[in-house]
């Protein structure tokens, strides 16, 4: 069966760090390009960073130099650093394999308050 579980999400004042954790299971989570994806309210869903299975990076334009995506193979876990929180950043982060079959996890609430 296959789960993606994130954690980590919360209220943070602007300027603050969060770091973002989704434990991968049921499929082999080190072949995988994987991905952290958000919806704020009102708008569509948007990819934010990705990881390719050779650690390549891709971030969005509006969290590049702030966010970090990484990944640890041996704990099946996919991690996103951020850093200079702003209130726009507010939405659900959710962690998802990129390419196909796609897999998502139930996303977490991140809150930055102004």
């Known amino acids: 069966q296959v789960q993606l579980v994130e954690s980590g999400g919360g209220l943070v004042q602007a300027g603050g760090s969060l770091r973002l954790s989704c434990a991968a299971s049921?499929?082999?989570?080190?072949?995988?390009?994987m991905g952290w994806y958000r919806q704020a309210p009102g708008k569509q869903r948007e990819l934010v960073a990705s990881?390719?299975?050779?650690?390549?990076?891709n971030y969005a334009g509006a969290v590049k130099g702030r966010f970090a995506i990484s990944r640890d193979n041996a704990k099946n876990t996919l991690y996103l650093q951020m850093n200079s929180l702003k209130p726009e950043d507010t939405a659900v982060y959710y962690c998802?394999?990129?390419?196909?079959?796609?897999?998502w996890g139930q996303g977490t609430q991140v809150t930055v308050s102004s």
């Open positions: 998802a394999t990129v390419s196909s079959p796609r897999y």
């Open positions: 990881i390719t299975a050779g650690r390549l990076t």
């Open positions: 049921g499929f082999s989570f080190s072949i995988k390009h």
